[in-house]
């Protein structure tokens, strides 16, 4: 039997070929869910925290990021504290709807505390006018990070970024450490809200 193929065609076995194809699919359906986490921090910023606030969905691996909302983001001026600049920014890359810096004047908050047994949260937050917002951050066995907003004692907003680290939130470079030298823009503080 002839083949159909030119002469200088190369033959690879069936298995190498799936083993490709199967590659080809798997990247093209992550493009398409676009799994990446966009950073809302600037160049010359260290991302703190930076989270998809859309719908989850529950899978049998944990809570997945639908990616159909916005980002919330914490920057620094540094990877580590203490920190001259921090920010909290929400909206999309181009579209930030919250742009909002911590000053002397309206400090930012921090704390951590234990939920479990292997669990705790580190919590940023502020106050803006009669609104205060929180970013928790599961820490531990825990995985996720939680935005919560309440006018003056009443929660108006929760949103969870899911479970999986790389694909629902990012962490760091810049850290949390409660011990470090603090700065004036930022206070160690336990939650104003019973949560």
Not at 72 to 79: E, L, M, Q, R, Y
Not at 143 to 157: A, S
Request: hydrophobic letters at 35%.
């Amino acid at each position: 039997m002839t083949s159909m193929l030119p002469k200088n065609t190369t033959r690879y076995p069936l298995s190498f070929v799936l083993a490709c194809s199967a590659f080809f699919y798997t990247s093209s359906a992550t493009a398409q869910q676009g799994n990446e986490v966009p950073s809302l921090c600037q160049t010359d910023e260290s991302n703190l925290v930076s989270a998809w606030m859309g719908n989850t969905v529950n899978t049998e691996s944990g809570i997945r990021n639908k990616k159909d909302g916005k980002v919330v983001s914490i920057c620094t001026n540094a990877d580590k504290p203490p920190y001259k600049k921090v920010v909290y920014r929400y909206g999309l890359p181009g579209k930030i709807e919250l742009d909002m810096p911590a000053s002397e004047s309206a400090p930012f908050y921090m704390f951590n505390r234990s939920t479990g047994p292997h669990m705790g949260e580190d919590l940023v937050f502020f106050k803006n006018g009669n609104y205060t917002y929180y970013v928790v951050i599961a820490t531990g066995q825990g995985n996720g990070v939680t935005l919560r907003i309440y006018n003056d004692k009443k929660m108006i907003f929760k949103r969870f970024s899911g479970n999986f680290d790389g694909e629902d939130f990012i962490l760091g470079p810049a850290e949390i450490d409660l011990e470090a030298k603090k700065s004036s823009i930022y206070k160690i503080k336990k939650a104003t809200h019973d949560f």
